[in-house]
């Protein structure tokens, strides 16, 4: 589900709408364009209802692709749930799918009413969210699990108190009695409301040119000065950036991430180390014992089966490029953080493999650790329902990345 959220506008306080995903804020009223960089942004459940009290009850929204890897193969599901975070008897352990036909405004300071401190962590959540995977496929024979690309929100669902009923804020029914002297709610306030949105300025830190920036951009470019900025917690951080050259005039560059790795349990130090391990049919040239084993992952969110094709086909292909100081005019945009694309690997490596089942066990084993990471925009050609790797004829549907845009 995508959800809808009512921002300010801090220039102006013009109300914008916008997706839940987006990270940027075009104004439409003034036309300031900020990006929003909240970890972990707090959004409220419009409240109809009205009374005596009115208490705010946290959930944990979490999205996001689970891949699964058994003795049988990998699979994978895309998880979209609602976690809560007060322990209460009287309220749905879960939302449903209630936020999606709701606008959702964004938490601030100065919201009235009480507000109950969240007693998930997100790590938690993860592992709930896992566990019921596991029990759905059954626990046995689980040898890797990993999270790709998941998000996470918190809703507050408001519930009113009044004349000894509690309601439900929404949709306005009683859920339960409740004396006005109960200070359960009370024991359960949260201390502070650290939730205001983080928004930054689009301009380029470097010499104040507008950053190229679509919704979901975690990395943005400055196509005058051409330089590449990461969000991090307090604001953008400069990042280097590879670029391999097309030979087309009109050639679209993808952005990957190429990722260097420690392995311990596994021999796979150098490219050849890779392939002897995955069992690839590939005469192996002396030149890659030598080169050091680098996996490489989309920078982009895209169905999750296409995902691990295209990281296997692109890890396969070690491609190279050259820093430059501008950006490729045709870019596609980066929407998947380097943390995010280091937990790909194993799966990589699982994918890769031609006999899947010599692999499969050996991933308890292994353990990652990504030394670097290094952002390569690679070209690639429109052939009209694909776009399609120059060298390597690696494609990718154009469909596909439409949809990835709404993960
Ligand atoms: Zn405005
Ligand atoms: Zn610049």
Redesign the pocket.
Do not use: L, R, T
């Given at each position: 589900m995508n959800l809808t959220v009512i921002q300010e506008?801090p220039?102006?306080?013009?109300t914008?709408e916008l997706s839940e995903a987006s990270r940027l804020l075009v104004?439409p009223?003034?036309?300031?364009r900020l990006i929003l960089t909240n970890e972990m942004p707090h959004y409220l459940l419009p409240c109809k209802k009205e009374g005596e009290q009115l208490i705010w009850v946290p959930y944990l929204r979490l999205k996001g692709a689970l891949f699964t890897c058994q003795n049988s193969g990998i699979t994978h599901r895309l998880v979209d749930t609602t976690l809560a975070g007060v322990k209460l008897n009287i309220l749905p352990q879960s939302l449903g799918f209630r936020p999606q036909a709701l606008k959702l405004r964004q938490a601030t300071a100065q919201q009235s009413g009480l507000f109950l401190e969240n007693q998930l962590s997100t790590t938690q959540a993860l592992e709930q969210a896992s566990k019921r995977q596991q029990d759905a496929i059954g626990q046995r024979g689980i040898l890797h699990q990993e999270w790709i690309g998941e998000t996470t929100s918190q809703l507050y669902l408001p519930l009113v108190r009044d004349n000894d009923t509690l309601y439900d804020g929404v949709t306005g029914d009683p859920l339960a009695r409740m004396p006005a002297d109960d200070d359960f709610f009370n024991s359960h306030a949260q201390h502070s409301k650290n939730f205001d949105a983080h928004l930054l300025s689009s301009l380029c830190p470097n010499c104040g040119w507008d950053l190229d920036c679509h919704e979901q951009s975690v990395i943005l470019f400055c196509h005058n000065c051409g330089t590449a900025w990461q969000l991090a917690q307090n604001g953008l951080q400069q990042i280097e950036y590879i670029t391999r050259h097309g030979k087309a005039a009109d050639t679209i560059h993808l952005p990957f991430w190429r990722l260097e790795v420690k392995i311990e349990g596994a021999k796979l130090a150098s490219f050849a180390d890779f392939l002897r391990l995955a069992n690839i049919p590939k005469v192996i040239k002396a030149e890659w014992e030598n080169r050091k084993m680098a996996f490489y992952c989309p920078a982009f969110r895209m169905n999750s089966k296409i995902f691990l094709r295209v990281a296997s086909q692109i890890t396969m292909a070690q491609l190279d490029g050259e820093p430059t100081d501008s950006v490729p005019n045709t870019l596609y945009p980066a929407t998947l953080p380097a943390s995010e694309a280091a937990e790909s690997i194993k799966l990589t490596l699982a994918s890769s493999a031609v006999a899947k089942r010599n692999i499969l066990p050996l991933l308890p084993g292994i353990t990652i650790q990504a030394q670097q990471s290094t952002l390569i925009l690679l070209p690639f050609f429109d052939n009209g329902y694909e776009l399609c790797q120059e060298e390597k004829k690696i494609t990718i549907n154009k469909q596909v990345l439409d949809l990835g845009k709404k993960l």
């Open positions: 506008c220039q102006c306080g013009g914008c104004c009223f003034c036309g300031v």
